[in-house]
């Protein structure tokens, strides 16, 4: 008997190495799946465009960094670093009006009672489920009216306004997760509301924060329609309008130069990402779980 009692612990352990093995090669497959694509993109910016054609591996014949250099030179009097400077004079400004206004809304919301708070929250939340090509017109109209266009301010100021009510409620979600003792003690101190958000919210905060960075660089650089409607003079293009005229510019487009400058305006975003992985999963998952 005793044998026997003695060999269920051993079994039981190399049933869960064999599980634990299962579920790395499971793992391992999915991550093939997922990456491979991407590799694919960076090999073919080696190839010409007979070869991208007619193979599927990612792997080139040869490496020749030509398609880079011709890709940032463009077929404009400008090259790639004026679309990526024009990216950035979007992005930027419009990441810090985001997490100012997204951060005072949440606050309003999660930690002051006022009239009407919880049908406006459920607005707030409804807009969440709104086309945003259902607010295109209107919003054009009204920006021609101020004389906006073509110019980055229907771009950046309407984030100034919290418009981007999901960061606000994953802001807030994040904030109920989060007790109030530090708050009260502050209050206690003699702290006003706007001294309590800057010195115990906002620090706290962080993890929340920067995953509105991280979502937000993205989405802006790869922003289209945006630019598209709003912007006319070709030297205030972003990246993403910059890489649409560069595959029409001519009648046989050099796939090998597109998808070259293609990788390097993956750069910006897969480097934020990893800059910020470890706040950036710590804050999705907070705000996705507390609440």
């Not at 266009?149 to 981007?164: E, G, M, N, V």
């Not at 530090?182 to 962080?206: S, T």
Request: neutral net charge; contains cysteine; hydrophobic residues 55%.
């Amino acid at each position: 008997m005793s044998g026997a009692n003695s060999d269920v612990p051993a079994l039981i352990l190399g049933r869960d190495q064999g599980n634990s093995w299962l579920r790395y090669v499971a793992l391992f497959a999915v991550a093939l799946v997922m990456l491979y694509p991407l590799a694919w993109l960076i090999g073919a910016s080696f190839k010409s465009n007979v070869e991208i054609y007619s193979e599927i591996g990612f792997w080139p014949s040869r490496f020749d960094f030509g398609a880079y250099v011709k890709g940032w030179k463009t077929s404009t009097e400008y090259t790639f670093a004026t679309y990526f400077l024009n990216s950035f004079l979007i992005t930027i400004p419009r990441i810090i009006v985001t997490v100012i206004s997204c951060v005072l809304v949440a606050y309003a919301f999660a930690r002051f009672d006022f009239w009407g708070k919880k049908f406006l929250f459920s607005i707030m939340v409804g807009t969440m489920m709104l086309p945003l090509i259902v607010l295109r017109l209107p919003q054009y109209l009204m920006f021609r009216e101020f004389g906006w266009l073509d110019t980055y301010l229907p771009l950046i100021l309407p984030s100034a306004f919290a418009t981007d009510t999901f960061f606000v409620f994953m802001l807030v979600q994040f904030l109920r997760g989060i007790p109030r003792d530090m708050e009260e003690a502050a209050q206690i101190d003699g702290c006003n509301a706007l001294q309590l958000l800057w010195h115990i919210i906002v620090p706290m905060l962080k993890p929340a924060i920067i995953s509105v960075i991280v979502f937000q660089f993205i989405w802006t650089m790869n922003d289209f329609m945006g630019p598209l409607i709003y912007l006319a003079s070709v030297e205030k293009y972003p990246v993403s309008l910059a890489l649409k005229m560069s595959i029409g510019a001519t009648e046989e487009v050099e796939w090998a130069s597109v998808i070259a400058i293609s990788v390097v305006a993956l750069i910006p975003s897969v480097a934020v990402f990893f800059a910020a992985q470890r706040h950036f999963i710590e804050g999705s998952a907070s705000s996705g779980i507390k609440g």
